[in-house]
Nanobody, 120 residues
Framework: QVQLVESGGGLVQAGGSLRLSCAASGGTFSPYAMGWFRQAPGKEREIVASITWVAGTTTYFVNSVKGRFTISRDNTKNTVYLQMDSLKPEDTAVYYC????????????WGQGTQVTVSS
């Protein structure tokens, strides 16, 4: 069964950058898309960005991160990345990656999450 493992979180000052990685292992990995989500204390989980896995590249970003975050993938490494620049304190959250196996299906496989803390 496929497992997802995030890495790259940490503490950074406002205006700084972090790059999160999400590596898939443990089986055949061919999702329709991969997504990055985040959940801040007391708030609901929200999708931050997503990227299709094959047949071209379609990306999505929530409005609050457009122009600051970039999502990319390396199919040869079964890894998806989230480059986060110009970080703000409101970006502080636990970030999760997840896979969507078919168009329109739910994100079914989730990583354990990685903490991102942005200090002001």
């Amino acid at each position: 069964q496929v497992q997802l493992v995030e890495s790259g979180g940490g503490l950074v000052q406002a205006g700084g950058s972090l790059r999160l990685s999400c590596a898939a292992s443990g089986g055949t990995f061919s999702p329709y898309a991969m997504g990055w989500f985040r959940q801040a204390p007391g708030k609901e989980r929200e999708i931050v960005a997503s990227i299709t896995w094959v047949a071209g590249t379609t990306t999505y970003f929530v409005n609050s991160v457009k122009g600051r975050f970039t999502i990319s993938r390396d199919n040869t490494k079964n890894t998806v990345y989230l480059q986060m620049d110009s970080l703000k304190p409101e970006d502080t959250a636990v970030y999760y990656c997840a896979s969507q196996m078919r168009y329109g299906s739910r994100y079914a496989v989730w990583g354990q999450g990685t903490q991102v803390t942005v200090s002001s």
